[in-house]
């Protein structure tokens, strides 16, 4: 798969938030399964042997999928409204030990995965994503055009996700 999801964000992001919130989502409910969308767009590949040619209806129907997946999962859980003051008193913020340990692997984990990537693959992602830069000034930095930097940043998510998921 080969598309432009920089592009596709920027012409669609905004269709499939409306189209989200048309369902019945709050506006942050939309916005985040809309990053999801891309998000697994961009880490999922459709199967192989799949002819997927209309991204933008893929995109809208990942988004579907998502929204569902959520409805479905708020009819099964039982919601219960709490005021700020209960819920300073119940959310404990100190981190448990599971959670440190857990935290530091996948920390562990991120690090062995990026030091894999090849170096040009590594810096346009760490400018990207650490650095704050964007794929136009890293593009410019490491000499590549903005596709071809976007596809080496997308190549690098997808391998650090993929490695530290366990598969």
Do not use: C
């Not at 920390?107 to 830069?133: C, K, S």
């Amino acid at each position: 798969m080969s598309w432009d999801l920089h592009k596709l964000f920027r012409n669609h992001a905004a269709e499939i938030v409306r189209a989200l919130r048309r369902r019945g989502l709050s506006a942050d409910t939309a916005a985040d399964i809309t990053q999801e969308a891309f998000l697994r767009v961009l880490t999922l590949s459709p199967q192989d042997g799949t002819a997927i040619h209309n991204p933008k209806a893929y995109l809208h129907q990942v988004s579907r999928n998502l929204s569902i997946n959520l409805q479905r999962r708020e009819r099964l859980i039982t919601m219960v409204e709490l005021d700020d003051a209960l819920a300073e008193r119940i959310v404990d913020p100190t981190p448990n030990a599971e959670t440190i340990v857990y935290d530091r692997q996948r920390l562990q984990q991120t690090e062995a995965a990026l030091f894999e990537l090849p170096e040009r693959t590594r810096n346009a992602f760490v400018l990207h994503r650490l650095g704050d830069h964007t794929i136009n000034e890293v593009a410019k930095h490491i000499g590549l055009s903005t596709t071809r930097t976007w596809a080496l940043i997308r190549d690098a998510y997808r391998h650090i996700v993929m490695r530290t998921s366990g598969t």
